[in-house]
């Protein structure tokens, strides 16, 4: 991959060790993918700020890597509500930690942004636009239904890319690799819970195709975003094409494979990623909730009062404030709605063993030892507010 001079000093460490160690990553990088050279970038997402996941080898690295990034960067959700505190209780330990892995960033100029859709307030790419993203989430719903271009960094090489304000240009910067080969036919318009069903499903099935899904004028963005979470849990694809919805649609390959999908192949997929135990928790907003969504929960619990178990709601501080007539609804409701934070990377099983969730992205992780150690429930938002409404 070729340099240009002045990348090859920082190369060759004369604007420090950070930097160094920055740009050979993404030469790395570079090299594996066939890239030709570095492509400037217009904003950076980074992953790896829950203490949780990235323990005391992630902050080590950070630490080495710390250098002022030089484009508009964001970060994912933390371990607890900076806020508020919760949703589970911490130790000191953690906390301190937690704290100081913020320090790092925050030194960095990174924003205070905590959330898996810096897309709403924090970090709006546009169309055609380069970035470099972590959070599979937050990658798929850039590439498919922005149609910004990034392909699937992980923390180190995002942050990296923010150091350096350039990135390795191949895969999906380039429009030919953006192409859907194959189409899924699901058997009817699907809504959220179904959606997020048919992500996990598509995921297992491409294998590394670039799926486009068909049928499914109507749906909303948040429920695409549904799709996308569960596709990006399930897959290492990093794009998909929603037919006369998301903006490069029609980048189809002629041939391309077809897969229809049926009612039953939908609701086994629920099954597989479900128990039926009775929850302790109803977690909602995996990826974080939109003002829209927050919205409409807000209708669902309007002049009522909670019952059962306890009703958890996650979204960004942005989109909180955005949202507070919602908010105090779901709050006089007897809900709770966090900031910064999520269900998988706050320690939830400090406290909760079963939790139920409109996630198939959650349904996937949760259930995992390193993630959550829950056994949980995947059911639509309707089935999981008879839980909580009397
Ligand atoms: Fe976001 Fe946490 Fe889910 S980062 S996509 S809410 S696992």
Redesign the pocket.
Known sequence: MYLSPEEEKIYDGEYGEAKKIAIRLLYSLGELGGAEKLIPIKSAHV?GVSFKNIGQGGLNFLKKISDKVAVPTTL??LGFDLTENGPVDIDDTFREKQMEVIRVYNEMGIMNSY???PYYFYNEPRFGDHISWA????ITYANSIIGARTNRESGPSALSAAIIGKTPDHGMHKTENRYANMIIKPYKLLDYSQLAALGLLTGGIVKGKIPLIKGQKGAKLFEIKAFA?AF?ASSSVPIFHFEDITPESKLVKEKSEVVEVSESEINETMDKFSGDSQPELIAI????LSVEELNYIATLVRGKKKTGPDLFL?TNRKVKEEARDAVREIENFGGKVFVD?????SPLSNKYHRTATN?G??SF?LPLNE?GNQQVTFRGILQLMKWVIS
């Open positions: 992953s994912n959700p959330t898996c859709t959070e599979s989430s937050a979470a990006g907003g995996c990826p974080h996650f934070t999520c269900m998988v990377v996630s992205k959650a992780y993630y």
